[in-house]
């Protein structure tokens, strides 16, 4: 089972922090943790992807558990830019495919 | 611009007839997969071409096929087709046989089908 469990729909007000949690209580060792997102009328994006330490980069960070059934991806100052659907992955490394669920859509309100 | 480049953008044909969809991967990348993404099932992988061969199959109906051509260009061919196929399809391409170390997959801005 490679699916993960997000929240619908979340909220969040410009200028401020977001944190997007996934639930991947399945996940195998040498599952990667993958996000993207999709922003309207466009391809997904790839966002961030870590195994088992916190990682950053330019667009967000991503926070994840020591015992890796979860994770949260952070973005630091939420934009209206940043309202998206946000995929939260399961993949492992030379994977062919990506098993996209149903994600979390953010809306940033002005 | 991903650097993923999905033509034509736009596509209104009839129930029974054939479309082609044509996909050309960023710079380099030999990895090409197909993506469908419709209302009521999100996004579906359909089929990965790794350097001109066919690597993986997902949910892809026998009324499709897809091939890599030397270039690393893919096309998607649908043919017979019918109202339900109606839907967004996604390119994505990555360097090696997976997804790439830095950046995952690029995905293209996507061709939008509609069948009437």
């Known amino acids: 089972d490679a699916k993960t469990t997000q929240p619908n729909s979340m909220e969040s007000n410009e200028e401020e922090p977001v944190h997007l949690p996934c639930n991947h209580s399945?996940?195998?060792?040498?599952?990667?943790i993958h996000w993207y997102r999709q922003l309207p009328s466009q391809g997904p994006e790839y966002v961030i992807h870590?195994?088992?330490s916190n990682v950053n980069n330019r667009m967000a960070s991503l926070a994840i558990a020591e015992d890796r059934k979860s994770s949260t991806l952070i973005l630091h100052r939420a934009t209206l830019r940043d309202a998206a659907v946000y995929y939260c992955?399961?993949?492992?490394?030379?994977?062919?495919?990506?098993?996209f669920g149903t994600g979390t859509r953010l809306k940033v309100l002005a | 611009d991903s650097g993923v480049t999905q033509t034509p953008k736009h596509l209104i044909t009839a129930t029974g007839q054939r479309v082609t969809l044509r996909c050309s991967p960023r710079s380099g990348d030999l990895s090409v997969y197909w993506y469908q993404q419709s209302l009521d099932q999100g996004l579906q992988f359909l089929i990965q071409?790794?350097?001109?061969?066919?690597?993986a199959k997902g949910n892809i109906l026998e009324r499709f096929s897809a091939q890599q051509f030397p270039d690393l260009h893919s096309e998607l061919n649908l043919s017979s087709l019918e109202l339900g196929d109606s839907a967004l399809y996604f390119c994505?391409?990555?360097?090696?046989?997976?997804?790439?170390?830095?950046?995952?997959?690029?995905f293209g801005s996507g061709t939008r089908l509609t069948v009437v």
């Open positions: 870590g195994l088992t």
């Open positions: 994505a391409s990555s360097g090696g046989v997976g997804f790439s170390e830095n950046y995952g997959y690029t």
């Open positions: 992955i399961r993949g492992t490394s030379g994977t062919y495919k990506y098993i």
């Open positions: 399945t996940i195998s060792g040498t599952d990667y």
């Open positions: 071409y790794y350097n001109g061969e066919e690597r």
